[in-house]
């Protein structure tokens, strides 16, 4: 039976509901382990928090699915929807989550499946999350609520405006660009270590700019305060502030009744210490990840958060491990276990799988990136006329550099590709012209959306621009100052089309979202005199137009976009034009939680696995190793490792010199040979071995030396 308080009353549920739940029969396509995962803790009609539970999900283990089912179980076992928290990686997987969760609880539910899930409104990213509390608590926090969020662009150029103020700008020795200045500044809110030790850790070649780096950073805290706005990194700190206040700790804990937390291991400490506030002692936690898995250290994220969660608490958290994948075949997991197995410290574990096969992933020994380039296009098409479609496989890389090569070669042979991790939605430059519309109008002392909005206009320059700005924060009400504010001398009529626009956005007579809509209109002549591809850049204005429909409030459509924007279109790298088919390029990072039938992995060589750059440290090292095993267990069917003899480094073309000799990647050494096929390319008798350099050695420094004898 379900318990009152979810909106559903016991006449109507318990004659439907009880034979199913005695049975629990939507729990049967679980296996073992995940059944043991979604049971944890919960008893019929008891929506007492259960102890804390740590998922160990591997590689292809159904992770998601098994998440899915622990909620709708909570839900079917009388947990409060609106009382549970839910914490992914992005908001699009939080919207899936909610898909899921629905399906399986329809199974008891049947009707009223659709108003329960509709209650989990608390689902979505640690830092969408953080907005909406924040916002709840502005007042006891004394922060404006009408605050608005910078993106890392926006942060990093009001970081500049109080970098050029402080006189940093002009310094004899160069000053730390805005950019390695916002990095710092973030990796030391989010992995909460002081200053010095960041610089001497990531960051030593600005160890002799503390004193400097302290005053811009106050400066720039001071900065947005001034005009309310935060960044990215401000949701978790705030929240965590608020969190270190007990009495606010225990109000912001106590309602959640559970709470649940998606691909721990990518967290940073920020947010564990967030966590711990929540739910000190643990009861109603849930954490779910893989420790072999954690591969984003840039963004301070630490594989610790996951190591330790169990020993944080008294009694330990139970540990349940998904070991079943039912992704790759049984040899290919055989090689990622092998990889994975020489690590430093992990939790045991050894993926297994039900998908047994004779083939072998491959090692491929090939002369150089070129040679590269031409066997992955080879395999693809072979690939291919086997009837695997070219979405079905994918390359991937250590950095986007890599795969220049292939791309010239994938053009040249006129295959369709796609490659992941370019441009997103909100780095467009004409989509953050219109964000900042938006944001400006929101909030009139958001500095950074005012200087570059004024900026587009023909005769406005940063003199002028900052003239305005200045005059509008002067005044209590800043729009009607900017309608009274003299236009600047060289856009008179630009400038007056720019307030009227501002005005009547603010009015809000036009209603939300036909207000974009507008924005849109006065942004459109604009957006021809700037960009030669406007038609395509306009298609992306009125998607934006199409996305703003789905928000209830201009506030939520900008703080929602701004933490999770969608993929752009006309920045998209390498869009297809020739065929619905194209094969897949793809950073490893960018193809973390995917998976295809044929995957190929560029440069699996010391220098590039890992990179030169990244064997500093052993911790360094142990996240190579681990980017290694998330790139060989996309694999479905079909593993390549290519491993070029010779490459050529730091972004060299093959018409450089500084190429290097290398050397198999040092995460297989010959003890795990064996569990490979060695091949190598050109394949004899193939066009490409009958082009292949001929097998001729002399000595060329003796016959020159024998010239003048």
């Given at each position: ?560 976009l701004t933490l999770d924007p969608p993929d752009a279109t006309s920045d998209q790298s390498g869009v297809p034009l020739l065929d619905d088919d194209y094969l897949i390029l793809s950073t490893i990072h960018s193809a973390k939680g995917q998976e295809w039938k044929s995957v190929y992995v560029l440069n699996v060589v010391d220098g590039c696995m890992p990179s030169d750059l990244g064997t500093g440290t052993s911790a360094e090292i142990e996240e190579e190793r681990r980017l290694l095993y998330v790139a060989m267990t996309r694999a479905k069917d079909d593993l390549h490792l290519m491993v070029p003899q010779r490459f050529f480094t730091h972004g060299q073309q093959s018409n450089g010199d500084r190429h290097v000799y290398a050397s198999r990647t040092r995460f297989i050494p010959d003890a795990l040979l064996h569990l490979f096929e060695r091949t190598s390319w050109p394949r004899a008798g193939s066009e490409a071995a009958r082009s292949a350099m001929p097998n001729v050695r002399f ?11």
């Open positions: 039976m379900i318990a009152n308080r979810t909106g559903i009353s016991e006449r109507d549920s318990s004659p439907r509901i009880a034979p199913l739940l005695a049975s629990a029969a939507y729990l049967d396509t679980l296996n073992p382990e995940q059944r043991a995962a979604v049971e944890h803790g919960v008893r019929e009609r008891d929506t007492t928090p259960s102890a804390p539970l740590l998922v160990i999900a591997g590689a292809g283990s159904g992770k998601t699915n098994t998440l899915a089912h622990r909620v709708a179980h909570l839900i079917v076992h009388g947990a409060d929807p609106r009382r549970i928290l839910l914490m992914t990686f992005s908001r699009r997987a939080a919207s899936e989550m909610g898909r899921r969760v629905e399906r399986i609880a329809r199974k008891v539910l049947g009707n009223n499946a659709g108003v329960m899930t509709d209650a989990l409104s608390w689902a979505g990213t640690f830092h969408g999350i953080g907005a909406r509390l924040l916002r709840d608590y502005a007042e006891q926090i004394g922060l404006d609520p009408a605050f608005t969020i910078h993106d890392r662009e926006d942060s990093a150029d009001l970081m500049n405006l109080i970098r050029h103020e402080l006189g940093f700008s002009k310094t004899e020795n160069r000053f730390p660009t805005k950019g390695t200045c916002l990095s710092i500044y973030s990796r030391c809110v989010n992995a909460e270590m002081p200053l010095e030790q960041v610089l001497g850790a990531n960051f030593p070649w600005c160890a002799g700019w503390a004193a400097e780096l302290r005053d811009l950073f106050a400066g720039y805290v001071e900065a947005k305060q001034k005009q309310n706005v935060l960044d990215y990194d401000d949701l978790l700190l705030y929240w965590a502030q608020m969190a270190g206040e007990p009495q606010l700790a225990a109000h912001l804990g106590g309602r959640f009744d559970h709470v649940l937390v998606d691909e721990y291991q990518d967290t940073n400490r920020l947010q564990s210490t967030i966590l711990m506030a929540l739910k000190p002692q643990g009861h109603g936690l849930t954490v779910v990840g893989d420790d072999a898995q954690s591969i984003y250290s840039f963004r301070a994220a630490t594989v610790r958060n996951i190591l330790d969660f169990p020993t944080q608490f008294s009694p330990p958290a139970t540990i349940v491990t998904l070991d079943r994948n039912y992704r790759s075949t049984q040899p290919i997991l055989a090689a990622a276990n092998g990889v994975i197995g020489l690590a430093r410290e992990r939790f045991t574990k050894n993926l297994r799988t039900e998908r047994e096969s004779s083939a072998k992933p491959q090692i491929i020994t090939i002369r150089d990136e070129a040679d590269q380039a031409r066997a992955i296009v080879e395999h693809v098409l072979d690939h291919r006329e086997g009837g695997a479609r070219l979405k079905e496989q994918a390359v991937l890389f250590r950095t986007s550099s890599h795969s220049g090569p292939l791309e010239i070669e994938l053009t040249r042979r006129n295959i369709p590709f796609v490659k992941f991790g370019g441009l997103k939605f909100l780095d467009a430059a004409h989509v953050k012209d219109m964000l900042a519309l938006l944001r400006f109008i929101e909030n009139p002392r958001d500095r950074v959306a005012g200087f570059r909005l004024m900026q587009l206009l023909p005769g406005v320059g940063p003199a002028s621009a900052q003239k305005a700005l200045d005059h509008m924060i002067a005044s209590s009400d800043p729009i009607t100052a900017l309608a009274l504010a003299p236009s600047p001398p060289r856009a008179a009529h630009d400038w007056r089309g720019f307030v009227d626009v501002i005005s009547e956005i603010k009015s809000g007579r036009a209603g939300w979202p036909a207000e974009l809509e507008l924005a849109r209109q006065w942004y459109e002549p604009h957006l021809d005199r700037i960009h030669e591809d406007a038609p395509t850049r306009r298609a992306d204005l009125i998607q934006l137009e199409s996305i703003a429909a789905g928000y209830p409030s201009r506030e939520r459509f900008l703080t929602e000595d060329i420094n003796s016959r020159m030396r024998a010239v003048w004898r």
